[in-house]
C-alpha cells in the first residue's frame, strides 16, 4: 500500500491544534482513503468534480469533502449538496453560481477565494484589484447561500526558498487586509497555503490549513 501511515502521523504531531490538514487524495483509490480515515482523518482534498462525486458516494459520509481544483460553473450543482469547502474561487461568476446551487440544496456553501501569488501564468487566481472587485460586489450584492471563509494560494513550483516566503507572505498580507474590512458574509478565518514541498514555509508564514498530497500518499 503507498499511504505513508508514518510520514502522516509524523506530519499531524508537527501541526499546532489549530491547522487544518487536508489529505489530497486526487487520482488515489478509495482504499488509500479509507486507509486514512481509519487513523481518524476526515479532511480530504479533490481537484475533480466526477472523481469527487464518485468517490462522495463510496466513502463514510462524515468525511469533509474540500474541492481544491478549477470549478467550472456547470459543475457547480453535483457538489453543492455535500462539499465541504470549495478553495478556488476566483470570480464573481462562479460565487454567484455558488450561491445559486447553495440555494437550491438548502445549504450555505463556504468557499476560499483563490489568489495568484505564484510568478507562473498557467496558474488561476485572483490579483488585488480582482479581490476587490469580488469584495466590492459581495458588498452591494450579498450573497445568501455562500460564505467566504478566507483565501487560497499557490506559491511558484521553485527551488528559491526566499521566493516562495515572500509569496506566502503577501498572501497573508492580504488575509490580514480583508479580515479587517469586516465586510459581511466575508470572514477569514482559514488561509489556505502550503502543499508537500512547501507547506513548513507556508506554516512559517501565518498558514492555517495545508493541502498535502504526495507526502501521504506516494507519488502520483
Ligand atoms: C494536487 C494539489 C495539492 C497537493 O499537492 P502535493 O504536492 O501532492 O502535496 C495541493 N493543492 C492543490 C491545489 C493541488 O492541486
Known amino acids: 500500500m503507498s499511504v505513508q501511515v508514518e510520514k502522516y502521523k509524523d506530519i499531524l504531531a508537527s501541526l499546532d491544534s489549530a491547522v487544518c490538514l487536508v489529505a489530497v487524495s486526487k487520482t488515489k483509490p478509495e482504499a488509500d482513503i479509507q486507509a486514512l480515515y481509519t ?4 479532511d480530504f482534498g479533490e481537484n475533480y468534480v466526477q472523481e469527487l462525486v464518485d468517490k462522495a458516494a463510496q466513502l463514510p459520509t462524515d468525511i469533509r469533502w474540500h474541492f481544491i481544483g478549477h470549478l467550472q460553473s456547470n459543475k457547480v450543482k453535483y457538489i453543492a449538496p455535500f462539499v465541504h469547502l470549495i478553495h478556488g474561487v476566483d470570480s ?6 455558488i450561491d445559486k446551487q447553495g440555494r437550491k440544496v438548502g ?7 483563490q489568489m495568484h501569488i505564484a510568478q507562473e501564468e498557467t496558474k488561476f487566481g485572483l490579483d488585488q484589484s480582482e479581490l476587490d472587485e469580488i469584495l466590492a460586489q459581495i458588498r ?41 474590512l ?15 514541498s512547501d507547506y513548513p514555509l507556508a506554516l512559517a508564514q501565518g498558514s492555517n490549513m495545508v493541502r498535502i498530497g504526495s507526502l501521504l500518499f506516494g507519488a502520483r
Not at 487513523?39 to 476526515?42: D, E, I
Not at 469586516?182 to 508537500?196: D, F, T
Open 39 to 42: 487513523l481518524g482523518q476526515r
Open 92 to 97: 464573481w461568476k462562479l460565487l454567484q453560481e
Open 107 to 113: 445549504r450555505t456553501l463556504s468557499v476560499l477565494l
Open 140 to 180: 452591494k450584492t450579498p450573497c445568501s447561500h455562500v460564505q467566504v471563509q478566507g483565501l487560497m494560494g499557490m506559491a511558484s513550483f521553485s527551488s528559491d526558498t526566499a521566493l516562495i516566503q515572500a509569496e506566502f507572505r503577501s498572501l497573508k498580507q492580504q488575509f490580514d487586509r480583508v479580515a479587517n
Open 182 to 196: 469586516e465586510i459581511p458574509g466575508v470572514a477569514m478565518q482559514w488561509l489556505s497555503m502550503g502543499m508537500s
